[in-house]
Each structure stands twice: as structure tokens, then as C-alpha cells.
């Protein structure tokens, strides 16, 4: 069974030591002695080694070296962060890397000497471990002791978690058992800056409690760094160890590094890969992570690293960050969607669409397998209510975008109570993810589209009025109803009245200029409408008085202004018809197309002047 022997005291007020010798006979073996002046000192010693704590600093020879926790964010040898289980520093006196394959070589130089102030900057900021081994089985030169030593405990102090836990007693057991040496003692000596440890504690316990620093609090923390006259890297180290060492920010950091770490041996980035990175960065922020977590490990494994594969637009790899964040509750991070994925998912969805990109429908098809693959294997359900929440949205915004779309651009349209009761529960849906989110998503872009005609323009205004109205209780379903089959009605109506006057006037009018001519036209056209059964009244004034002046608009273009803009190329004159007249584009397109078939003349000539190409 081990017994130890601990000295414990300080050097200086900054300064504190933990000296331990562990060992079956450790009691009985005289192993310092104290030196007393200006000069005073602390001596360890053992056949072949020695460690001396002084004022200013350590001395050290023989075997043995030093180990401490990495604090997150310095730099590591990419060996160790390649390994997801290293977490401790090991620094073997005499050590040296050989080849790039980290193989590491021995000196018989092995004595040293350094300054307090070196070991908390190159180490840890609070606490570093020093040791020597006393034992028969490492071999008699230093070079085979430290050989020795570095095979039988080198992984282990590398990994032990008793390290960042401050537990020596784990740490003697843990070595004294991998040396299988009964006659074997354990040098083991800790040294803690007081100073740091105090601004760790209360920046541990005050960002613990609520993962944030009030000024006040920030105040005291400065006083602390002032009063101790800790400069501003090693407050920087502490406050980012203490922050990673939250649980929360810890398991997304980690999944972050791991991801990185596996980039930068392959060398690149996948596309894949950047999307969890980019969630995971979104989750940081959700989650007030602080950016500085990812600083330092992006300058380490990120910076030069190509992305691959073909360079994707900002809403596809949004859609595949938020996606693959679905994911991540594998790993215990919480990244469920919340109502700015959401959104983002849905004007991803809406440019996928305008422009047809199908590698949206492709990234949904990949995570619905996904989530497939791992509700089948065990995984856990929210997953799957996770996945299903966003389809609901996107079915909504099918439905919701086909029935808005063929509201505002077709002419046979069916509208029944059953549409209006589906878009305004839908309505509903997108308000509560952010207020205004239905009329941005769904009616600006068609208002502002080109080809929307006046009737669709008055179908739509008059639908999203109503659906407000009628959720503040002002305006039923049925006379919203009502009000968009009478703009229905009208729109058939002027459809056959432009038709049937067009008509007329091409077969019996060749002057329709004066009221009487107009006044029995309008009489002719009444009546033939009636025993079509397209109307049973009479043709209200206002429609049939703009049929004419759309009729007459389309004489002047057709016979004054197309045959300038065909010979001149004109786009900008044909635009600026187009903006004035009040013709609906796709009737002027119409007739454009029957003016070109008619006259034989190549139609590529109208799409050039169309798209603005002289």
C-alpha cells in the first residue's frame, strides 16, 4: 500500500507549494531540507535528482519534468489536439521532437532552472506540476530513465483527468501503479499562483452563475487583476478557460474542434463540414458562447484551409448548417430550431424556388434520410418532432404560396371559403414566427413583379387587407369572399368585353372615335354577352369606357411605337410604354407575339429587345 509524506507551504505571498514524496516505504526516506536567509530555499532530493524551489523561481536535474492542464485556447502541438482525450501539457526535461512522425529523442541534459513567472505563462496560468521518479527499473542513464519513464506514464499523465482536478491522490495511484515497481517513490510537487487563483475563482463563480459579467462585476474582477498586478493575457486566458469549462459552451466548443480537427488532416473543408461549423457558430451565439472560443481555434486548424466543392449560395449553406444542426442533439447540444432558423429555412425555400435550385429540395431529401437512418438505429424522437416541425412550415408555404400565386395571376382561379380559411391559418402560422413575415415572404415580391396585372394587384390588396380584418374580428370569411368573386366577376367580364369590342371593331367599326358609334357598339356587345349568359345586366360604363382606351392604347403601340422600337431596338421606349400605359405586360407581350407572326418577322429579334440587347 502507497504512504506519502506532503510539505505544504508558501514561498511568497504569490507563491504557494504542495511537496509530496509517495512510495510503500516513502516515510522513511529524508528527502529535503530547508535552507534559511535572504537566500532561502526548499531542496528535494533523490539518488540522481534534485528540485529546488526558490525565491525567484525552480531548479531541477535528473529525471522527471513537468505537467499541467492545457488551458483552452493556447497553442498545442497538433499531435495533442488531433487527440481528443489528451488534455494535459507533459514537458519531459531533455525531450526533444525528431522527425515529422513526433518521435521524440533523449539528452543526458537534463538540469535546468526557471523563473516563476515562465512557468505560469508557458504552463497553466494557476497551477503546473513538477516530478522526479525514484526507481531501479528505469535504467541507470538519464537517457533510458526518461525513455523509460515516457513509455510507462507519459499517455497517462497526458490524459488524466486527476490533473485538472487538482487530485493527487488519484495522480500517485495512477503512476506508482503503471511503474509495477514496489520499491518505486513519486517526487511530485505542485506549485499555485495565489494571485491568478484568486481571478480565476471569482470569474469562475460570477460567470457560473448567470454566463455573464455585469460592469459591476467586471469592476471587481479589475480591481483583483490590478491589486495582484496581473497583466492583460493572463486575464484574457482565464476568463476563455473559465468560459469553455461551461458545460453548455463546452460540448458545442468541443464539437467544434472536432470538426475542425478533422479538416485540417484531410486540408479542406466540405461543404458539409461548413455548415456544422457555421450552426455550431449560430448555437454559440444563441447560446452566449463568446466568439473568442472560436478565434483561437480557427486561427490554429481554419485559416487556409480551402472549402470544397462548388462555391454555394449564402441561403444553401444556410439551409445545410441549420439542417445538419439537427443532428447535433447527438452529441447533448441543443440546437433545436427556433423561430430566426425558421424564417431563414423559409426565404431559403422561396429563392430556391424563384430561381430553381434544385440542390435545396436535394440537402431536405439528405437530412430527411438522416433522420430516417437514426430513428431506425435507436435515435432519440426529437429528432424526428424536430424534422417534422420544419415540413409543416414548408408544406404551409407551398399551399400558401399556390394559392396566393394563382390568386394573382390567373385568370380562372377557383376562390372558396376553404382557401381563404386555409391562408389565414397559415397566416397565422408565419405572424407568430415574426410579425410581418407573411407579406414579406409571400405578397412584396408579386406586388413589385412586373406581370402582375390590375386585377390580380386588386385581388391580392384586397386579400391581405381582409385577412387582417378578419383577425382583429372586423370582417367575416364570408365577405371577404364576396369581395374577391365580385373583383372575379369584373375580371371575367372585362376579359370578354375586350375581346368581343376587339372583335367588333376589326369586322364592322373601322371609327369608333365618336359616342354615337361607341354608344352602339356598347349596345351590340350588350347583347351578344347576354346571349352568351356572360352577363344579364347591363355592361357598366366605367368597364366598357376602359376597354376603349386600353383598345386604343394598343393601336398607338402597335402602330406607332413597336415598328420604331423593332427598327431601332429600342427597350428603353418599349419599357417606358410599359410603365405608363397601364397595359398588363402579358398583354402587351400577346400582342407583340401577334404583331411579329403576322408581319413574319423573327421572333429572336423581339426577345433581344426584350432582355435589353441592341
Not at 2 to 31: P, T
Not at 558 to 573: R, T, Y
Request: hydrophobic share 40%; charged share 30%; net charge negative.
Amino acid at each position: 500500500m502507497n504512504k506519502d509524506i506532503r510539505l505544504h507551504g508558501h514561498i511568497d505571498d504569490r507563491i504557494e507549494y504542495y511537496a509530496i514524496v509517495a512510495g510503500e516505504d516513502a516515510h522513511r526516506r529524508y528527502f529535503f531540507n530547508a535552507a534559511e536567509s535572504n537566500g532561502a530555499q526548499l531542496r528535494f532530493f533523490s539518488p540522481g535528482n534534485e528540485f529546488v524551489i526558490g525565491r525567484g523561481g525552480i531548479r531541477h536535474a535528473g529525471n522527471g519534468g513537468s505537467f499541467c492542464e492545457y488551458m483552452f485556447g493556447v497553442d498545442q502541438p497538433m499531435t495533442d489536439l488531433a487527440k481528443g482525450d489528451v488534455i494535459n501539457r507533459l514537458v519531459v526535461y531533455g525531450a526533444r521532437s525528431g522527425d515529422e512522425g513526433g518521435t521524440l529523442h533523449f539528452s543526458e541534459q537534463t538540469g535546468g532552472e526557471l523563473g516563476f513567472d515562465k512557468i505560469f505563462f508557458d504552463g497553466n496560468a494557476v497551477a503546473n506540476y513538477f516530478f522526479f521518479l525514484a526507481s531501479e527499473r528505469l535504467g541507470t542513464s538519464l537517457r533510458q530513465q526518461q525513455t523509460a519513464m515516457v513509455r510507462a506514464v507519459g499517455k497517462a499523465l497526458k490524459r488524466s483527468p486527476a490533473v485538472g482536478a487538482h487530485d493527487e491522490n488519484t495522480l500517485i495511484d495512477e503512476v506508482l501503479g503503471l511503474l509495477n515497481d514496489p520499491g518505486a517513490l513519486f517526487f511530485l510537487f505542485k506549485l499555485v499562483n495565489i494571485h491568478h487563483r484568486e481571478y480565476y475563482d471569482t470569474f469562475r463563480s460570477l460567470y457560473f452563475a448567470s454566463k455573464k459579467i455585469s460592469d459591476e462585476d467586471f469592476a471587481g474582477l479589475s480591481a483583483i487583476a490590478e491589486r495582484h498586478n496581473i497583466d492583460r493575457y493572463q486575464q484574457e486566458r482565464i476568463r476563455i478557460d473559465v468560459m469553455y469549462k461551461h458545460p453548455a459552451n463546452r460540448r458545442i466548443v468541443d464539437e467544434y474542434k472536432n470538426i475542425l480537427i478533422g479538416c485540417h488532416l484531410k486540408g479542406e473543408i466540405s461543404a458539409l463540414e461548413n455548415a456544422r461549423l457555421t450552426r455550431l457558430k449560430t448555437l454559440s451565439v444563441r447560446n452566449k458562447i463568446p466568439g473568442a472560443l472560436f478565434y483561437a481555434l480557427d486561427d490554429m486548424l481554419k485559416k487556409d484551409k480551402k472549402i470544397g466543392g462548388t462555391e454555394e449560395h449564402e441561403s444553401i449553406a444556410e439551409t445545410r448548417q441549420i439542417l445538419e444542426g439537427l443532428f447535433l442533439r447527438e452529441r447533448d447540444i441543443e440546437s433545436a430550431i427556433d423561430r430566426e432558423d425558421m424564417v431563414r429555412l423559409l426565404f431559403a425555400k422561396k429563392r430556391a424556388a424563384e430561381v430553381r435550385d434544385h440542390t435545396f429540395e436535394e440537402i431536405l431529401l439528405d437530412a430527411s434520410k438522416g433522420c430516417d437512418e437514426r430513428i431506425r438505429d435507436g435515435g432519440n424522437l426529437s429528432l424526428l418532432e424536430g424534422f417534422s416541425h420544419i415540413i409543416t412550415y414548408f408544406d404551409r408555404f407551398d399551399a400558401t404560396s399556390q394559392a396566393v400565386n394563382q390568386l394573382a395571376f390567373m385568370e380562372t382561379v377557383r376562390i372558396s371559403e376553404e382557401m381563404i380559411r386555409s391562408l389565414l391559418g397559415n397566416r397565422s402560422a408565419f405572424e407568430e414566427l415574426r410579425p410581418g413575415l407573411f407579406t414579406e415572404i409571400f405578397i412584396d415580391g408579386i406586388l413589385e413583379n412586373k406581370y402582375l396585372g390590375r386585377y390580380g394587384r386588386r385581388k391580392v390588396t384586397a386579400l391581405v387587407a381582409g385577412l387582417r380584418l378578419i383577425e382583429e374580428n372586423r370582417l367575416t370569411v364570408a365577405a371577404l369572399l364576396d369581395e374577391l368573386l365580385a373583383i372575379d366577376r369584373e375580371e371575367r367580364l372585362a376579359i370578354a368585353l375586350l375581346n368581343h369590342v376587339r372583335d367588333r371593331i376589326r369586322n364592322f367599326y373601322s371609327n369608333y372615335a365618336t359616342r354615337d358609334d361607341q354608344a352602339t357598339m356598347k349596345r351590340e356587345v350588350t347583347e351578344d354577352l347576354r346571349k352568351r349568359k356572360i352577363i344579364t345586366d347591363t355592361i357598366p360604363a366605367r368597364l366598357f369606357d376602359e376597354t376603349i382606351v386600353t383598345i386604343k392604347k394598343e393601336a398607338v403601340y402597335l402602330h406607332s411605337l413597336l415598328p420604331q422600337i423593332i427598327g431601332k431596338k429600342d427597350s428603353v421606349l418599349r419599357e417606358d410604354f410599359l410603365e405608363n400605359s397601364g397595359l398588363d405586360r402579358f398583354y402587351v407581350e400577346e400582342l407583340e407575339r401577334e404583331y411579329f407572326e403576322l408581319n413574319r418577322l423573327d421572333l429572336e429579334q423581339l426577345y433581344q429587345i426584350r432582355k435589353g440587347l441592341s
